[in-house]
């Protein structure tokens, strides 16, 4: 035990004479605090923590179990240590196997097993605490790290992966112009265009290319999470603001203090989150979860959707007073159909990306697989055509060029998958169990895609697979689309 302070002990006993020899005993090794009955001894626990409690089970007003379950409400990790005679030791075992008592001591005790079982108690006391402040430093490491975490991902991201904006249609030129105009700025945007037309991009383009590029980029998906969790995602929550909430938790807009919060799929929030998103672009502050003091935070909020925002507040369905306040500067994302000779350029672009990332050297696009390229439909944009070609470069062989048989990938069309027969798991199935596993397999993977809407990343992620595993499988299983 350690030397600066002796653990502190209550002792309750009805008699005077007794109480006195057990203090003689254990005052050496402890602080220790007396009282001769049940109700001065829980007076004793409301001002002093105590880490063990020793008690006379035969008391008159309050016997020593009774104060034992008082106490338990005051101090719950106080040790209780029980002095019974011979009559008692049906109830100390009872009271043991209920957890009221820690251990009991017949009467007569020898002096020295009092020291033990007492040191003991104290020892178990400190353990446990010890054990608790440990748990909590470890959780509050786990959150810096997690946020220092995010840090250093974005830090590499800026270094490795930074994309640039790829367009020279006119509709693409406009937008460029636009967002020039507004990276210098604190202005709030809204991107608004059909999925997988590059949002994501512009938003980090805007903040990687300002002011405020030093300081994070704090991405959140408003659709992925229920209320509770994504209000903590955004202004943090103090520690038991609800039952998992173990220690206090920064938030998005704490963490992105002088950088900029990408409030995704913003359509998609309920009309509880819109207000109190509308609140913090009001005031300028958050108040995490579970805290009664406000935090001023400086962010740039871009706010992303790919419905038609302004047709919801129509509908009713979104809060016209937030659409205002994230509608200041919009932007919307042509569709790629609308850019279809941006479509080569993007191509070439994703070619040279894939083939570096891959270490593949690539020799372009051929003449055929360009012009299909260029005439087919892309229902999710240029996420749709960056698949393919990653996939075109999967399939092909070094050093040769895309072929237009790499594309029959048309298979990557977000719409109507097909190529499975459904396969009866019940029954008896016929066939080899190589034949049924295929079969199943195939199956698995069109519905994944159907259910991911053509999304290769979110498809591989649920099946557990990787991207390039995926794409191997649908090659090999021969996955197609129905035309
Ligand atoms: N103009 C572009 N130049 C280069 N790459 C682009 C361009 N537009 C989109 N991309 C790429 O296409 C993919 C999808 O873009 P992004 O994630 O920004 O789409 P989004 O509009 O946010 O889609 P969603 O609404 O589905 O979230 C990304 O990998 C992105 O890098
Ligand atoms: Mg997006």
């Known amino acids: 035990m350690s030397e600066q302070a002796k653990p502190k002990i209550l002792i309750v006993d009805d008699e005077q004479h007794v109480l006195n020899s057990l203090f003689r005993t254990l005052r050496r090794d402890f602080e220790v605090f007396l009282a001769l009955n049940g109700r001065a001894g829980l007076e004793i626990l409301r001002e002093q923590e105590v880490a063990a409690i020793l008690a006379d089970q035969r008391m008159p007003e309050m016997s020593g179990v009774e104060f034992f379950s008082a106490a338990r409400t005051l101090q719950p990790g106080a040790v209780r240590v029980l002095i019974t005679g011979y009559a008692d030791i049906e109830v100390a075992v009872r009271a043991i196997n209920e957890g009221q008592v820690f251990h009991y001591l017949n009467k007569p005790w020898e002096p020295e097993d009092l020291r033990i079982i007492m040191q003991r108690a104290a020892e178990h006391y400190r353990l446990v605490r010890e054990n608790q402040r440990l748990l909590r430093e470890l959780e509050i490491a786990n959150q810096q790290l997690t946020g220092e975490n995010r840090v250093l991902k974005q830090e590499i991201e800026k270094h490795y992966h930074f994309e640039q904006v790829i367009g020279r249609s006119p509709a693409m030129l406009k937008v460029i112009e636009l967002v020039k105009k507004i990276i210098p700025t604190d202005t709030t945007v809204l991107l608004q265009g059909e999925t997988g037309t590059g949002k994501e991009l512009i938003a980090r383009a805007i903040h990687y290319n300002g002011p405020r590029q030093k300081k994070l980029f704090a991405t959140q998906n408003c659709a992925a999470l229920p209320d509770t969790l994504l209000e903590s995602e955004l202004f943090g929550h103090k520690k038991g603001a609800f039952t998992d909430a173990s220690a206090d938790k920064k938030g ?4 992105a203090d002088g950088g900029t919060v990408f409030l995704d799929e913003i359509g998609d929030t309920s009309p509880a989150m819109q207000q109190r998103l509308l609140r913090v672009l009001q005031e300028g502050e958050i108040r995490p979860l579970g805290s009664t003091a406000t935090i001023r935070v400086d962010v740039r909020i871009i706010s992303a959707s790919n419905r038609d925002l302004y047709a919801a507040v129509r509908r009713g369905e979104f809060r016209e007073d937030l659409f205002y306040r994230l509608n200041v500067f919009p932007i919307t994302l042509p569709p790629l159909r609308e850019r279809r000779e ?4 993007l191509a070439n672009h994703f070619v040279r990306k894939y083939a570096m990332r891959m270490g593949k050297r690539i020799g372009g696009i051929s003449a055929e697989a360009m012009t299909i390229l260029v005439r087919r439909d892309y229902p999710g944009n240029v996420r749709e055509l960056e698949n393919i070609i990653e996939r075109a470069v999967v399939l092909a062989d070094p050093g040769d060029e895309i072929k237009a048989e790499s594309l029959q990938a048309e298979a990557l069309a977000p719409v109507a998958w097909s190529g499975a027969e459904p396969v009866s ?7 080899t169990l190589k034949e049924t596993t295929a079969a199943l397999e195939k199956q698995l993977i069109v519905q994944t895609l159907e259910k991911t809407k053509g999304n290769i990343s979110q498809a591989a992620n649920l099946l557990g697979l990787s991207r390039l ?7 090999r299983l021969g996955v197609k689309i129905k035309r």
């Open 469 to 475: 595993g995926l794409y191997k499988k649908i090659d």
């Open 252 to 255: 998005l807009f704490a963490l």
């Open 425 to 431: 798991t019940s029954g008896t199935p016929s066939g």
């Open 342 to 345: 941006d479509i080569p350029l």
